[in-house]
């Protein structure tokens, strides 16, 4: 059963797979736009879908096409996330160059089908988008993405750069 503030959370729209605090987005889209021009990353926590922390994690790679966590860093927050009871509800990255949806490397390396998978896309790095998917066995199904103290922003453009 999904605890208070995650019914809370989610009351005003049900359908939704993936809940975010606004000022959680915010510090996601601030993270992944201060490693331009690489790709970033991160490990979202929380419960029943709904993001209560968020997680920076170096992307050994620094490379625009391409992320791979720091093991050392994931392996940190992933304890301290089962320490504190709670789960990981997501993996977070940007697409520099390309559209907020899963590449090829990207599913290959899709190795936790249970989470959402949030990409933000910086193809417009003045209006950057962000989309959310569940990725298993090789296949690609898009998810609902909320974010709570603004508008749901699946597939939509964000706030401008100010």
Known sequence: MPSTDAREMMS?????VLVLRKNLFEEIVKHL????????CGILA????VVMKVYRIANVERSPTSFLMDP?????????IRESGSEI?????????????PSERDVQMALYPDVTYLI???QNS??????????????????????RGGEGYGD???????
């Not at 929380?46 to 879908?49: H, L, N, Q, R």
């Not at 050392?72 to 992933?78: P, Y």
């Not at 509800?89 to 949806?101: D, E, L, M, R, T």
């Open 126 to 147: 003045k209006r950057p988008r962000a989309r959310a998917f569940r990725i298993a066995e090789g296949e690609i199904e898009e998810e609902a993405l909320l974010i």
């Open 46 to 49: 929380g419960k029943d879908g």
């Open 33 to 40: 736009r201060d490693e331009l021009p690489n790709e970033g």
């Open 72 to 80: 050392r860093e994931q392996l940190d927050a992933m304890k301290e």
């Open 120 to 122: 933000v896309s910086f």
């Open 12 to 16: 005003s729209w049900e359908e939704a």
């Open 89 to 101: 509800v997501g993996i977070y990255h940007s697409h520099v160059a390309s559209p907020a949806y």
């Open 156 to 162: 939509k453009d964000l706030p401008e750069r100010t």
